[in-house]
Structure formats: structure tokens, C-alpha cells
């Protein structure tokens, strides 16, 4: 069997080709048509000297380009590798080189900070520059036209051997605050993420064919809108699976709730992919602001990856949609899938706002602190583990790799990401909270020692320590608690902000800064991470 993504989504292409597959704005391409478009930049990929295992960046929103970078790219076995745009230069630079990309396809509005990174980072040989109407000239990098490579390939498919071996890459946060690439066999991350495992029944495909054959034997595709951006995992792989399943996909370019309820009317929307509160909270308050503006009945499916849904945001939602389904979809870019859950109103979040409980996936376990499986009903708190098919390790990083996939006393290999869980008695398993101090804002990953270390670069702070606290919106908001060299030398909260967005994408300044006489460390110069979680909590609590 070949459990390989281009081979997978050719199979839907082949089994409904006239089908919608992609519609964006004011584009919609049919299965054949994405094909077509694919195939035209892959081969022209070949005839710039791309092959097999090179690393593709994809630098911009979302959009038709995005999509066909990404099926190009896998269609000639190289790798595509996510860019958050959101990343101000020096973090750029650090993704550039060590995810040693050899091309990148940037919308025309990067070019400057594009320009910028490539003179100080080797080995980027070929530029693409996607037409975003910003008017940006592009020439004074030397990027191809996007349209005008696609327009010069090939139409044929191109002539490589793909294999379930071959890579996929996904960059996410690092425990140092800098992005690491997860490495998956394509085979193992399609059962973990991209429809090879049933949702619902948790029973595995039997071949490679057998989305596609649902996909002819289905008399119409679900419409499915997948809200946030591609360059997230969890936009990638809620594309991916639909588009395997002969299914349409609707994307917009960035998050504008008003948008989005016109999209889900203009397209007849069933199903909608969102990042927890920071998507719902807006999306269902517009809503509610706006009585009858939109015709929403052909939604019947809300779900939520990388962060779950709050009590209240549950419930707004429920007001409005009473007969739709609610998913909380729990996982990480290391393990996949581990659970799911339709959002139940008396599962609120706990004091970390992610408390919920699952119904755990194939290889889905609990570890204790020996690396053995936690019993059932027990009480007992390990970690959220998952064995079968997981990640290869990190790219280029070794340490981490050991440190993330384990192999626990069952003599089984496991990806340990480090969330906190316990086992009811009937299996379920209940997700208690992450097991680092890493803070969760609208689905983003935001390390504390990265912020620190751009907030303690200003002259004025002596020390710091950054946590989160409760948002309602963002489910955790970022908090800085600061100790000044000189207490009559206090900048204020906006130079502080000015001074870090210089160093930092924006989702990672604090939005809330606390001033304290001394910075509570332990005895070894570690951060007192639960003493500042709850100067933080009271503050923010003091504040609302």
C-alpha cells in the first residue's frame, strides 16, 4: 500500500475530477483543475533543479497559491515546510537556515523582509512570488511570477516514485521558543491526522483507495471551512483529509468574522474548522450582534483543533446552533490525533482552561512517571502519550528527539509532548492541562524564555518572567512580571510592547505587564513559575 499524500489526493482527483475541491474568494478550482495546476508547478520544480527531499518554504496567507505550493511539493516528494508570517525577521532567519531551504513561494507583500533574511542565510537558490495585488515590485529579488511558473510546467504528472517513506515536515514552537521541525513518515501521519484512522469509530482505511471510493459512491461532497491559516497543522490536515475524501474546501485569507458567516452562506457550508475561543468567541458574538443576516442552517458540524472550546463559548454557541454537533479535536504536531469529543456544556475548562475528556484514538495512552500505562479510574495524573504512528523526531535535533519520543516500560515507542491527563474508569481520558510552562494564545504556542529574553533586552528591566493567564478570548493571554533596575526608571507598558514587537511576532508581546519589587526565583536561579501564575491570575482577575 502506498500511504503517500500525492498519491492520496491524486486518487480523489481520478475518482471525482468535475468535483469542487478548493474555493477561495472569488477562485474555485474542480478536482481536475488543482490537479492540473499542481502538476504544472511540480514540473516546473524538476526543470529548476528541485527533486526529491529538497525543503520548500510557503510564506504567506491563505490561498489557491498555498494549496497548490504544498500538492506540488509532494507530488515530486520534496517537502513543504510551513512559515508563519507572522515571524519578524530574526526568527526568519533562524527557520530559513535550519530547516535548510533550498526555494520559497512568498506572497509579494514579504519581499522586503524575504530580501532581507535570504542575504544572510545560504542556500535559498530559487524564489517564487505570489501576485497578492499589494503592488510590492517584486523584481528586486529576482522571484519568479508565481502564475507564470505554474503557466510554463507541464500539465502530465510528473515521473517520480513516491513512497510512504517520504517526509513531511511540520515547524511548530520550541521548548526555547524557537520553531522545530516535526518529522513524519507520510504513511504515519495520514493515519494520525489525515482521515487513514475514522474519526468517530477509530477504525483504521483498509487501503489507499478507500477515501476515494467513498468519494465516488458519495452522490455530493460535505463543504467544509477551514478557518485558520495553512501555515498550522491543523489547517493543513483539515484540507487535506477533506480533499482525500473527494469533499470541498472553502478558505479565507485571514480571520474576519463577518467574512466567514458570508462564506457560510454563499457556499453552503456543513462543517467549520476553528482554533478554539480566539476564533469562536468573535465569530459566534458577530453572530449574535447581527440577528438573521445570515443564513447558517447548512451548518451542522463546529469544531475546534489545537485548543478546545470554553464553558461560555460552548454555550453561545449552543443558543444558536442547537441541533449541530460540537468537537473538541485534542492532539499536538508530535503525537497527531489523540481524542475527540463532541463539547458537552458540563465539560467546562479547568484552572488551566483546557480540562476536557476524550474518547482516545488507536495508540493513545497515559503515561505515569515510570513510563507505565496509568490504570483506569485510578485517580492517578500522568502524561498524554501516544505509540504507532508517530513522528520520526525532530529535524536536526537530536536532544529533543530523545527527550519527546520514548520508549516506555511496554518496550513500545511513544511521543511524550508533555500535557498533563488522567483514565476514567470507562477508558476515556481527561486532558488536565499542558506539562510545561508553555502558554496557549488562540492556539498558538508562546514559550515564556523567548519573551523573557526580549523584554529583559530593554535597559531598564533587571529581571522577568513571563506566563499565562486566563483570557476569555485568547484562553491564555501573555503576561509579563518585571523587575526594574531602577524603580524610578519605569517605561512604559507601550515602549515595552514597541521594544519587544521589534524582536517578536506579535502574538508573543505581552499583553498584560506587572511590576514587581523582586522576581521570585528558586535557590538554582529558576523561575517560581507557580508563584508568578498566580500574581498573574489575580491580576487579570483584578483587572476584568
Keep these: 500500500m502506498s500511504f503517500n499524500i500525492a498519491d492520496l489526493f491524486e486518487h480523489a482527483v481520478d475518482a471525482v475530477p468535475d468535483r469542487t475541491a478548493l474555493i477561495i474568494g472569488d477562485v474555485s478550482r474542480t478536482y481536475r483543475e488543482l490537479d492540473d495546476r499542481a502538476n504544472r508547478l511540480a514540473n516546473r520544480f524538476l526543470a529548476d533543479g528541485l527533486a526529491k527531499g529538497d525543503h520548500i518554504g510557503i ?22 515546510i510551513n512559515i508563519n508570517y507572522r515571524y519578524v525577521a530574526e526568527e526568519l532567519e533562524y527557520l530559513f537556515d535550519n530547516a535548510d531551504l533550498v526555494a520559497v513561494v512568498h506572497d509579494a507583500t514579504y519581499t522586503p523582509v524575504v530580501a532581507e533574511v535570504v542575504t544572510s542565510v545560504a542556500g535559498v537558490a530559487r524564489l517564487y512570488a505570489i ?10 529579488l529576482g522571484s519568479v511570477d508565481f502564475e507564470a511558473a505554474v503557466t510554463s510546467g507541464a500539465a502530465t504528472r510528473p515521473a517520480v516514485i513516491r513512497s510512504p517513506d517520504d517526509l513531511y515536515v511540520l515547524y511548530t514552537g520550541g521548548t526555547t521558543g524557537m ?14 491526522l489525515g482521515g487513514g484512522i475514522e474519526p468517530y469509530s477509530g477504525v483504521p482505511v483498509e487501503s489507499e483507495f478507500t477515501l476515494s471510493e467513498k468519494a465516488a459512491a458519495s452522490p455530493a461532497p460535505l463543504v467544509t471551512l477551514c478557518i485558520p491559516p495553512l501555515m498550522h497543522g491543523a489547517a493543513q490536515w483539515g484540507t487535506l ?6 469533499n470541498t474546501v472553502v478558505l479565507v485569507p485571514r480571520f474576519d468574522a463577518e467574512l466567514i458567516w458570508d462564506e457560510v452562506e454563499r457556499c453552503g457550508v456543513q462543517t467549520l474548522t476553528i482554533t478554539g475561543d480566539a476564533m469562536g468567541r468573535p465569530l459566534v458574538e458577530t453572530l449574535i450582534e447581527h440577528p438573521g443576516r445570515w443564513d447558517t442552517s447548512s451548518l451542522f458540524v463546529i469544531a475546534s483543533s489545537a485548543a478546545v472550546f470554553s464553558q461560555p463559548v460552548k454555550k453561545l454557541f449552543r443558543e444558536q446552533f442547537p441541533d449541530a454537533i460540537m468537537v473538541d479535536a485534542i492532539g499536538s504536531s508530535e503525537t497527531g490525533h489523540n481524542g475527540i469529543t463532541t463539547a458537552a456544556d458540563e465539560q467546562g475548562p479547568n484552572r488551566e482552561g483546557l480540562a476536557v475528556t476524550v474518547k482516545g484514538y488507536e495508540g493513545s495512552v497515559v503515561l505515569d512517571e515510570n513510563l507505565e500505562p496509568v490504570v483506569p479510574g485510578s485517580g492517578a495524573i500522568g502524561r498524554l502519550a501516544r505509540g504507532g504512528h508517530i513522528p520520526v523526531g525532530y529535524y536536526k535535533d537530536e536532544v529533543k528527539t530523545a527527550k519527546t519520543f ?7 515507542r511513544y511521543a511524550i509532548p508533555g500535557d498533563f491527563a488522567t483514565v476514567e474508569a470507562d477508558g476515556t481520558i481527561t486532558l488536565l492541562g499542558r506539562g510545561s510552562v ?3 494564545t488562540g492556539g498558538e504556542k508562546v514559550f515564556p524564555e523567548e519573551v523573557e529574553g526580549a523584554i529583559k533586552s530593554h535597559p531598564a528591566i533587571y529581571d522577568a518572567v513571563v506566563v499565562g493567564a486566563p483570557d476569555d478570548r485568547w484562553g491564555e493571554r501573555v503576561t509579563a512580571i518585571i523587575q526594574l533596575r531602577m524603580a524610578s526608571d519605569r517605561p512604559t507598558d507601550d515602549a515595552l510592547v514597541a521594544h519587544c514587537r521589534t524582536r517578536l511576532a506579535g502574538y508573543k508581546v505581552p499583553r498584560t505587564i506587572i511590576t514587581v519589587d523582586e522576581v521570585v526565583r528558586s535557590p538554582s536561579g529558576k523561575p ?7 500574581l498573574a491570575a489575580t491580576s487579570v482577575s483584578g483587572d476584568s
Excluded at 501576485?131 to 528586486?140: C, N, R
Excluded at 483529509?241 to 473527494?246: D, T, V
Design 59 to 80: 510564506y504567506g496567507v491563505n490561498s489557491e497559491a498555498w494549496m497548490v505550493t504544498m500538492l506540488a511539493a509532494f507530488k515530486i516528494s520534496a517537502i513543504p
Design 131 to 140: 501576485d497578492d495585488a499589494s503592488g510590492v515590485d517584486t523584481t528586486q
Design 179 to 192: 520553531p522545530k521541525g516535526v518529522m513524519w513518515r507520510q504513511e504515519d501521519v495520514f493515519f494520525a
Design 241 to 246: 483529509r477533506f480533499l482525500f475524501e473527494g
Design 406 to 412: 520514548v520508549i516506555a516500560a511496554d518496550g513500545e
Design 438 to 440: 508553555c502558554i496557549n
Design 528 to 534: 517560581d513559575y507557580p508563584w508568578a501564575k498566580t
